[in-house]
């Protein structure tokens, strides 16, 4: 382990002891005795222990002053109030956007420095003190000359570094598990982090994010469920944003939703249909959505802002999961299981009227619940249970989706706990399949794809002459190859190896013990060798 990731092992279970949190210091068992090294210490264990604060005071300052990821974590964390104390949920809504800003003296630099003149050149008017401030960035209010309301976005100095130091902390890790754990193999960590690697490090650049943005509103114009602020593309950089100042609700604040008589049941219901129109329409979905990037209008409307995190799926991923989503709406728990065999979720070897068993144990209870009334404790226990005991491989490309998908389940749950996820989400999908086999869908893909086929039809001709050459000259093999033919055979294989090695090993055994077997009936001395070969045969085994 290189020394810089050991000293930041260090610094975070001091961290974590300067703010009293001990108990979680000793969970994690990676240095032993440090509890009692740094707890001698100025400003060590002891002082955590006598601060006065509450636990969830203590672990959001401990998280803010752990950095950006940590930071990431704790706002996760935050979207999930159901399954958190509720003094330490409470607290880590704070991380959404009050983390402690950087001085305007330095927003101010970053800005003048990216734009390349001074603030009072470029804005009419600019509030030194910031908005909102999260991990990644703060924003401040300001006006163009020509009177538009705009909020300046920036970054935070030195993000990079941290951000990186962190990421080489987290791949050092997951190193360490997939060399020393057994499950690593089934959750690859390395990919895992790769993935949240690529996701963060893309966020540092917004000049991708307003694009993002400038995305997701072309998709959504004139939408009556969800408004994207206008990017100002002459004033963005890299580490500096313009966009269109607007005004919303809270979308964490219910009281102040149902105080200026929000509907609250629509409101849950088109976040739902937001969240699968980006998945399954657009294939281009916000995948931060936590309350601190999220309004409300009156009219029952979302407002999103902050695009630094998108995700899209493959065609294949995409289909795997409208056909699992379908199937587990209409309780086809052997069509969910098949599924997962065939996008190899979960071993091909899998048996798969045992996993259908367990797939059913695990949903049937929910089916026909509001929100408001399923443990997820429960479940994501069972769950993980379930995925364990059948090796289902984390899938690293769905990380995000996954991830956007309980936010917006506890979104929900929050704004409308009756809310029904299941018949919310099974009109829309079941539109999906239906546009997808559609003919107009199929002439629409012909449309597309003819240029290609206009510019490879010359070459057909050609190609096909060259492949029947060789064939009849037999310089041409086709061979088919399958997953599960080749395991068959091998299988036949080794019981070949297994039949010959215990005739062998029967015959020569039998050859030692002739004198008994001559003085035994012809039927015991069957029976005898027949047992000695059940027995050599379950050895080998």
Same mark, same amino acid.
């Given at each position: 382990?290189?020394?810089?990731?050991?000293?930041?092992?260090?610094?975070?279970?001091?961290?974590?002891?300067?703010?009293?949190?001990?108990?979680?210091?000793?969970?994690?068992?990676?240095?032993?005795?440090? #509890?009692?090294?740094? %707890?001698? +210490?100025?400003?060590?264990?002891?002082?955590?222990?006598?601060?006065?604060?509450?636990?969830? /005071? %203590?672990?959001?300052?401990?998280?803010?002053?752990?950095?950006?990821?940590?930071?990431?974590?704790?706002?996760?964390?935050? $979207?999930?109030?159901?399954?958190?104390?509720?003094?330490?949920?409470?607290?880590?809504?704070?991380? &959404?956007?009050?983390?402690?800003?950087?001085?305007?003296?330095?927003?101010?630099?970053?800005?003048?420095?990216?734009?390349?003149?001074?603030?009072?050149?470029?804005?009419?008017?600019?509030?030194?003190?910031?908005?909102?401030?999260?991990?990644?960035?703060?924003?401040?209010?300001? $006006?163009?000359?020509?009177?538009?309301?705009?909020?300046?976005?920036?970054?935070?100095?030195?993000?990079?570094?941290?951000?990186?130091?962190?990421?080489?902390?987290?791949?050092?890790?997951?190193?360490?598990?997939?060399?020393?754990?057994?499950?690593?193999?089934? !959750?690859?960590?390395?990919?895992?982090?790769?993935?949240?690697?690529?996701?963060?490090?893309?966020?540092?650049?917004? /000049?991708?994010?307003?694009?993002?943005?400038?995305?997701?509103? @072309?998709?959504?114009?004139?939408?009556?469920?969800?408004?994207?602020?206008?990017?100002?593309?002459?004033?963005?950089?890299?580490?500096?944003?313009?966009?269109?100042?607007?005004?919303?609700?809270?979308?964490? #604040?219910?009281?102040?939703? @149902?105080?200026?008589?929000?509907?609250?049941?629509?409101?849950?219901?088109?976040?739902?249909?937001?969240?699968?129109?980006?998945?399954?329409? #657009?294939?281009?979905?916000?995948?931060?959505?936590?309350?601190?990037?999220?309004?409300?209008?009156?009219?029952?409307?979302?407002?999103?802002?902050?695009?630094?995190?998108?995700?899209?799926?493959?065609?294949? #991923? &995409?289909?795997?999961?409208?056909?699992?989503?379908?199937?587990?709406?209409? @309780?086809?728990?052997?069509?969910?299981?098949?599924?997962?065999?065939?996008?190899?979720?979960?071993?091909?070897?899998?048996?798969?009227?045992?996993?259908?068993?367990?797939?059913?144990?695990?949903?049937?209870?929910?089916?026909?619940?509001?929100?408001?009334?399923?443990?997820?404790?429960? !479940?994501?226990?069972?769950?993980?249970?379930?995925?364990?005991?059948?090796?289902?491989?984390?899938?690293?490309?769905?990380?995000?989706?996954?991830?956007?998908?309980?936010?917006?389940?506890?979104?929900?749950?929050?704004?409308?706990?009756?809310?029904?996820?299941?018949?919310?989400?099974?009109?829309?999908?079941?539109?999906?399949?239906?546009?997808?086999?559609?003919?107009?869908?199929?002439?629409?893909?012909?449309?597309?794809?003819?240029?290609?086929?206009?510019?490879?039809?010359?070459?057909?001709?050609? +190609?096909?002459?060259?492949?029947?050459?060789?064939?009849? &000259?037999?310089?041409?093999?086709? &061979?088919?190859?399958?997953?599960?033919?080749?395991?068959?055979?091998?299988?036949?294989?080794?019981?070949?190896?297994?039949?010959?090695?215990?005739?062998?090993?029967?015959? !020569?055994?039998?050859?030692?013990?002739?004198?008994?077997?001559?003085?035994?009936?012809? $039927?015991?001395?069957?029976?005898?060798?027949?047992?000695?070969?059940?027995?050599?045969?379950?050895?080998?085994?």
């Amino acid at each position: 382990m290189k020394l810089s990731i050991l000293r930041r092992l260090l610094h975070i279970q001091r961290v974590l002891l300067r703010h009293g949190l001990d108990d979680l210091v000793r969970q994690t068992h990676l240095f032993p005795w440090l #509890d009692r090294g740094l %707890r001698w +210490l100025p400003g060590s264990g002891f002082r955590g222990r006598r601060s006065k604060a509450p636990r969830g /005071v %203590r672990l959001r300052e401990a998280l803010e002053e752990l950095g950006p990821i940590f930071v990431k974590f704790g706002q996760a964390l935050s $979207t999930r109030r159901d399954l958190l104390p509720e003094d330490i949920a409470a607290e880590l809504v704070r991380l &959404q956007d009050r983390v402690p800003p950087f001085t305007a003296a330095a927003a101010r630099k970053t800005i003048e420095k990216a734009l390349g003149e001074a603030i009072e050149n470029v804005f009419a008017s600019f509030e030194p003190e910031a908005m909102a401030s999260a991990s990644v960035a703060q924003v401040h209010a300001a $006006t163009l000359p020509n009177g538009d309301a705009v909020v300046v976005k920036v970054l935070r100095p030195g993000i990079e570094q941290r951000i990186d130091a962190d990421i080489e902390l987290l791949e050092t890790l997951a190193a360490m598990a997939e060399r020393y754990w057994p499950e690593a193999s089934r !959750l690859h960590p390395s990919e895992v982090v790769a993935e949240f690697a690529r996701t963060i490090r893309d966020e540092l650049d917004l /000049v991708r994010e307003a694009a993002n943005a400038q995305e997701i509103r @072309r998709r959504f114009e004139n939408s009556d469920m969800l408004y994207i602020p206008k990017v100002y593309w002459d004033h963005t950089r890299r580490n500096v944003m313009v966009m269109e100042r607007v005004s919303g609700l809270p979308i964490g #604040d219910v009281a102040a939703l @149902r105080a200026a008589g929000v509907d609250l049941k629509l409101l849950a219901e088109r976040g739902v249909e937001i969240f699968f129109t980006q998945v399954f329409r #657009d294939n281009f979905f916000h995948a931060d959505m936590h309350p601190g990037n999220i309004f409300a209008t009156r009219e029952a409307g979302y407002i999103a802002v902050d695009f630094g995190i998108v995700a899209s799926l493959s065609p294949n #991923d &995409q289909y795997y999961l409208a056909e699992n989503f379908l199937a587990f709406f209409n @309780r086809d728990y052997l069509r969910v299981a098949e599924m997962h065999i065939q996008s190899g979720w979960v071993p091909a070897t899998t048996r798969i009227h045992e996993f259908e068993a367990a797939i059913r144990s695990v949903c049937e209870p929910i089916f026909e619940k509001p929100l408001g009334e399923i443990s997820y404790g429960h !479940l994501l226990l069972r769950l993980f249970q379930v995925a364990r005991r059948f090796d289902m491989e984390v899938q690293p490309q769905l990380v995000l989706f996954q991830k956007t998908l309980l936010n917006i389940e506890g979104l929900g749950r929050e704004l409308y706990p009756q809310l029904d996820l299941w018949k919310t989400a099974k009109p829309f999908l079941e539109n999906w399949f239906r546009e997808q086999l559609s003919p107009r869908k199929g002439i629409a893909k012909i449309r597309r794809q003819m240029p290609q086929w206009a510019r490879q039809w010359p070459q057909l001709p050609d +190609l096909a002459y060259q492949a029947l050459s060789r064939t009849a &000259q037999g310089e041409l093999e086709i &061979q088919f190859r399958s997953a599960q033919v080749e395991t068959l055979r091998e299988e036949i294989r080794t019981g070949r190896r297994q039949l010959s090695q215990t005739i062998a090993g029967a015959a !020569l055994l039998g050859s030692s013990f002739h004198p008994v077997l001559a003085a035994m009936p012809v $039927t015991s001395g069957l029976l005898l060798l027949a047992g000695i070969a059940t027995l050599l045969l379950n050895l080998r085994r």
